[in-house]
């Protein structure tokens, strides 16, 4: 029938030259984190050890 359109999630900062994803937000500032945060993602953020991720292998 009709193809989902591929879409992604950006964030756009002003004086960046160009849009960037959440994830490379986060990795570009996770040091100013406490490092026993954790966080939760989607799919997205599968591999990120701060992240908890949903199981996508079941």
């Known amino acids: 029938m009709f193809d989902?359109?591929?879409?992604s999630i950006k964030d756009v900062l002003a004086?960046?030259?160009?849009?960037?994803?959440?994830?490379?937000?986060?990795?570009?500032?996770?040091?100013?984190?406490?490092?026993?945060?954790?966080?939760?993602g989607g799919k997205a953020y599968v591999g990120e050890d701060l992240i908890t991720t949903p199981n996508i292998f079941t």
């Open 4 to 7: 989902k359109p591929k879409l």
């Open 15 to 40: 004086g960046e030259p160009e849009p960037k994803s959440d994830i490379t937000l986060f990795q570009e500032y996770r040091s100013e984190f406490n490092p026993e945060q954790r966080f939760k």
